[in-house]
């Protein structure tokens, strides 16, 4: 699985809570209550009525007040998703981000319009990398390896700032919003 955390991870578990079992034992339903969403299918039909970005396969979203992923909160849910031998539940979800990388070329923060500028750190190579690392699903990886390079073209393409330190010249990229007006959401909600 990786790492001496994820090691850690697992011993600490098998300790307090006994041997993995199967996803099905553990959680008979990953439905709404679990934090297991997937989008109706009205938002395809009818995308210019909602906020929320279609997403084809089931999310695990971060909390009980959202109905959406999140970019950097799924790095978090797939680790926990892997330790927990849910490998498919995970595949859906990177499915869910290429789809955004082919349609955008970028992850959002989320998955909402209103977060099409807005990004957080890349994490979807790592998140493929944990995956992969997981499954040895080669066949995956090698069918989405363009897909994950136009993310990072993206990131050196559109965030990114060169940097003088002394006499040599740096290129960094990094995160931010292009938009010089108030924020949607204050718009939207009138506050922060």
Request: hydrophobic share 35%; glycine share 10%; net charge neutral.
């Amino acid at each position: 699985m990786g790492g001496p955390v994820s090691l850690g991870l697992a011993c600490w578990w098998q300790q307090r809570f006994g041997r993995q079992g199967e996803p099905g034992k553990m959680v008979p339903y990953l439905g709404p209550s679990s934090g297991s969403c997937l989008v109706k299918p009205e938002v395809l039909r009818h995308p210019e009525r909602f906020s929320l970005i279609y997403s084809q396969h089931p999310f695990i979203v971060p909390g009980g007040r959202f109905l959406e992923f999140y970019y950097w909160d799924s790095y978090w849910v797939m680790e926990g998703l892997l330790l927990s031998e849910m490998p498919e539940t995970v595949k859906g979800m990177l499915q869910n981000f290429l789809n955004l990388v082919q349609t955008y070329g970028h992850v959002p923060n989320g998955a909402r319009v209103y977060y099409l500028q807005r990004s957080q750190p890349p994490l979807l190579t790592l998140m493929m990398d944990r995956y992969v690392t997981h499954t040895n699903d080669i066949a995956f990886l090698r069918d989405n390896i363009g897909t994950l390079a136009l993310e990072l073209d993206f990131w050196t393409e559109n965030r990114n700032i060169s940097v003088s330190l002394g006499e040599k010249s740096y290129v960094l990229n990094r995160y931010y919003v292009p938009y010089g007006g108030p924020s949607c959401l204050k718009a939207v909600h009138g506050g922060g």
